[in-house]
């Protein structure tokens, strides 16, 4: 009888290495064959995999999760307070994905978890093997970087102006030699550097020589108070009743239905040359 293939040994992950530790349950996942780059060993951890000392990934296809809704939460009850940075990798392989990722955000929100979604096992490899590789980068790649020279701080504030490009900003370096300088200078002799039209001078005297609020709303506001609306005149007319108290009662019980018609009430009140 044949023996089936042994599997893969499983090591206990070492405190300093550069190979992703993977949990023996993901023995068989397509993203392994993803992962490209960067090291991997099997090992006993309690995530699926560990990118780096403090850092625990948890694997979770939606189509998996559509039809065993109860293992993630099993899962995450498992991590307990492991690891510092606890993510939940996503693999959108269903059509509708929506509700399922609103769900699972809420429980990773509730958890301490943050979540990442991938369209692809291609993906989801990618995002595993960057983990691991930035395991030790500062955040200095991601910060803004911001620039404390006056020649870098000039080129920041005077390109923000629409058409102005570095070159321009050289140019007026050179030209006017401050900042100071750049902003009293008037159109005549922008327009005479190279370079610089109608258009380009006229927004940055618009840039140096216009508020910073906008009153236009105000104006309106302004205007709209002070503008009267005419009154429409309505007028009255107040027209005379005659009253009924004059009518005989045996005639005005045969004729109620007269009541309302002014010459019904003359008639029968005698006051009519009709009768």
């Not at 993630?72 to 940075?85: C, D, H, Q, V």
């Not at 039209?197 to 927004?203: M, T």
């Not at 840039?207 to 105000?218: D, Q, S, V």
């Amino acid at each position: 009888m044949a023996q089936p293939p042994a599997a893969p040994p499983v090591v206990l992950p070492s405190s300093i290495g550069n190979n992703i530790i993977m949990n023996p349950l993901q023995r068989g996942n397509p993203i392994l064959e993803s992962i490209r780059n960067v090291g991997k060993e099997y090992g006993d951890i309690i995530a699926d995999y560990q990118v780096g000392r403090t850092t625990g990934v948890l694997f979770l296809s939606l189509k998996y999760h559509r039809l065993h809704p109860e293992y993630i939460a099993t899962r995450i009850e498992k991590l307990g307070i492991s690891y510092n940075l606890r993510i939940l990798l996503i693999l959108c392989d269903i059509s509708e994905h929506r509700d399922a990722i609103r769900e699972l955000t809420k429980l990773c929100l509730i958890n301490n978890i943050t979540i990442l979604v991938a369209f692809s096992s291609d993906e989801a490899g990618h995002y595993l093997a960057t983990l691991k590789q930035f395991e030790h980068k500062p955040p200095d790649l991601i910060k803004e970087r911001v620039d404390k020279d006056y020649t870098s701080m000039l080129r920041t504030s005077l390109t923000s102006i629409s058409r102005v490009n570095k070159t321009d900003v050289e140019t007026l370096r050179t030209s006017f030699g401050s900042f100071a300088n750049i902003s009293k200078a008037d159109s005549t002799r922008l327009q005479n550097l190279p370079g610089f039209g109608q258009v380009k001078v006229k927004n940055i005297r618009n840039a140096f020589e216009k508020p910073f609020r906008n009153n236009a709303t105000n104006s309106l506001a302004t205007s709209s108070r002070t503008r009267q609306i005419p009154r429409r005149r309505l007028t009255v007319k107040v027209i005379r009743v005659h009253p009924l108290a004059r009518v005989k009662k045996r005639r005005w019980d045969r004729h109620r239905h007269l009541a309302l018609d002014p010459h019904a009430v003359r008639v029968l009140s005698g006051t009519s040359n009709s009768i």
